[in-house]
């Protein structure tokens, strides 16, 4: 794990965006806080923790501590999000929220003005290698609609099948953060991987207000 981590900032990316599994929200079971932390000595780079798990509000603390700098949790597994929200934001982390493929923008649409990033996962969480569902990218479009209308300055992500050939269509739909995992590591040339993200992102300005983050994101994986 931390060759991979090494790997991802060797290759130019910004992020390392790092999938949290607990065998209940998702079939897969990865690892925890001490990983996170243990993998926080490899690099400087920002770390987005993904906790698709069910109940993270139990254990946001233990991957603040870790050295998470964004956490990012799942509306679907949330009763009282903004809490959350509240929380992470009170311990000094960017707040994340993400939503399945079969989650609507309007079950978080009263979330978009108290999180920093908005996670549209474009495969059903739990596997990498999956094909994208470009139908996900009518959500991606609604985000950037509602961000313009309201002023927001949320950051949208995008996660799952992202590679050479569909970064180009999630960066037109509006996405200013790509997810890369399977299509990362499976590069034989990683640094040539990410320029040709980073090129499909040039036609897609991101305003100086909301760029918080830096945009692109590629994901460490077991």
């Known amino acids: 794990m931390g060759d991979a981590v090494r790997q991802i900032e060797t290759s130019g990316a910004d992020w390392v965006h790092v999938d949290v599994m607990d065998g209940r929200f998702v079939p897969a079971i990865t690892f925890g806080p001490k ?37 990012t949790f799942h509306a679907e597994a949330v009763t009282h999000q ?45 596997a990498g290698g999956q094909k994208i569902i470009e139908a996900c990218f009518e959500k991606t479009a609604t985000l950037v609609r509602l961000r313009e209308e309201r002023g927001l300055s949320f950051l949208i992500s995008v996660d ?36 040709t993200l980073k090129g499909a992102s040039k036609d897609t300005p991101i305003d100086e207000g909301r760029a918080r983050l830096p945009r692109m994101s590629y994901e460490a994986r077991p």
Not at 44 to 57: A, G, N, R
Not at 87 to 104: A, E, F, H, L, N
């Open 82 to 126: 903004h809490r959350l929200a509240q929380q992470i934001r009170d311990m000094g982390k960017k707040c994340g929220i993400s939503i399945v493929p079969s989650t609507s923008v309007s079950c978080i649409d009263c979330m978009l003005q108290f999180v920093d990033l908005v996670l549209v996962m474009t495969v059903n969480p739990g």
């Open 160 to 195: 799952g099948g992202v590679n050479e050939e569909t970064a180009a269509a999630a960066c037109r739909a509006g996405a200013d953060v790509l997810i890369a995992g399977s299509a990362f590591f499976n590069a034989k040339d990683k640094r040539a991987f990410v320029h």
């Open 35 to 71: 990983m996170v932390g243990d993998l926080r000595a490899f690099t400087k780079l920002p770390f987005d923790v993904h906790l698709m798990i069910v109940e993270p509000e139990k254990h946001i603390a233990a991957f603040a501590a870790a050295g998470a700098d964004c956490i």
